[in-house]
């Protein structure tokens, strides 16, 4: 038997995670939710997937011509799990309502660590899920930053890690969001994204700081980790190589900037021109002395799809073994 599967909130998260559960063998999608009927609420509607809607909305789907399948709560009384991929400030009215129908929810990492104390990762803390709940998917930044943290700490021990972190200003179909021509820092320093990296591995001493570019494809960090050990450059190029989800690429080979990294994604027929990877610049990696430096590129609406998987997984005790769920979800979705 599969396990049923709802979406709350099937926008840039939510879709892309709807796509990926189909895509598995042990999971399915029962339905997704819209509040208000869009393209995007139309296009679920086709692609097959039963939609539900709030109870007081069902009237504006009717006169839009959306067919409707039933309510919020309906789709509650069918799953098994809820993936919550709804914007920031619902989550304890949803949380409420996932814990009167006695069902397990994941929230984004738009939700602070707070409201389920469990957050998640594959690779860093898969079994801390196990059988939760309640859990946490954290947000596509942590995530980007866990993902080459986690290996390089497990080896060589990060003692100190400053990163800045370069980020998009807006996703491809926000037209709302900026700023459009300037940088903006983050002035609050640490910035949350380091504290963040610490609900997954509360030992890493790391230090971040941030800055907004007008800019929608994806997120750039520089990293600078102090480690207990002086590996060579080559040692950590071949440490990355075996990671799940990290993809080296080449500034000789004409992959120069976020935008190639795109293209590549397009051109390998990643589905919506995903690239779920973290990309690292193999010839930005440098160790100098017990320092390595290195760039890594997040393609934020994607990197945390294949985690909302494994995280599915984990909460409903599909697979013990993080290394097996990864690579079921990776073949799945073709990564
Ligand atoms: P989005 O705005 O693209 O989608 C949110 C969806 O929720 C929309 O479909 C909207 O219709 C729906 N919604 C709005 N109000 C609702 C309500 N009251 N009940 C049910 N659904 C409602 O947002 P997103 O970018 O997909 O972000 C969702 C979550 O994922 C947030 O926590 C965010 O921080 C996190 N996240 C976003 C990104 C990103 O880059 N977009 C990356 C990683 C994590």
């Known amino acids: 038997m599969k396990v049923k599967v709802g979406i709350n909130g099937y926008g840039t998260i939510g879709k892309r995670v709807a796509t990926a559960v189909n895509q598995q063998d042990d999971m399915e999608i029962v339905g997704v939710t819209k509040t208000r009927p869009t393209y995007e609420a139309k296009l679920a509607v086709q692609l097959g997937y039963p939609l539900y809607v709030p109870a007081d909305k069902i009237e504006d789907f009717k006169a839009a011509g959306v067919e409707v399948a039933g309510t919020v709560e309906d789709l509650c009384g069918k799953v098994d799990i809820m993936v919550d991929c709804t914007p920031g400030k619902l989550s304890e009215e949803y949380k ?7 069902i397990k929810a994941i929230w984004q990492g738009g939700e602070d660590h707070s409201l389920t104390g469990i957050s998640f990762n594959a690779l860093a803390n898969y079994k801390e899920s196990w059988g939760a709940q309640f859990s946490r998917v954290v947000s596509c930044n942590t995530t980007g930053l866990l993902r080459t943290l986690f290996p390089i700490d497990s080896k060589y021990k990060i003692k100190n890690g400053y990163v800045t972190l370069i980020r998009r200003s807006a996703d491809p179909n926000d ?9 903006e820092p983050v002035v609050k320093i640490p910035t949350h994204h380091g504290i963040d990296v610490q609900s997954v591995l509360p030992w890493i001493n790391i230090q971040t700081m941030a800055v907004k570019v007008p800019t929608t494809l994806m997120h750039m960090h520089t990293v600078a ?3 207990g050990a002086e590996p060579s450059t080559q040692e950590i190029i071949d440490l990355f190589k075996q990671t799940p989800r990290v993809k080296l690429v080449k500034s000789k080979d004409g992959v120069k900037s976020t935008a190639q990294i795109m293209d590549l994604a397009r051109e390998i027929g990643r589905t919506r021109g995903d690239m779920f990877e973290i990309v690292v610049w193999e010839d930005g990696i440098k160790m100098v002395g017990n320092v390595l430096y290195y760039y890594q590129a997040v393609n934020q609406e994607s990197d945390v799809i294949p985690e909302n998987v494994d995280c599915i997984r984990s909460m409903c005790k599909l697979e013990e073994d993080p290394l097996k769920s990864i690579a079921k979800t990776n073949k799945a979705m073709g990564i």
């Open 175 to 183: 037209s709302k969001a900026g700023p459009i021509n300037a940088i």
């Open 96 to 102: 409420a309502l996932y814990t009167k129908y006695g």
């Open 225 to 227: 980790l102090e480690l």
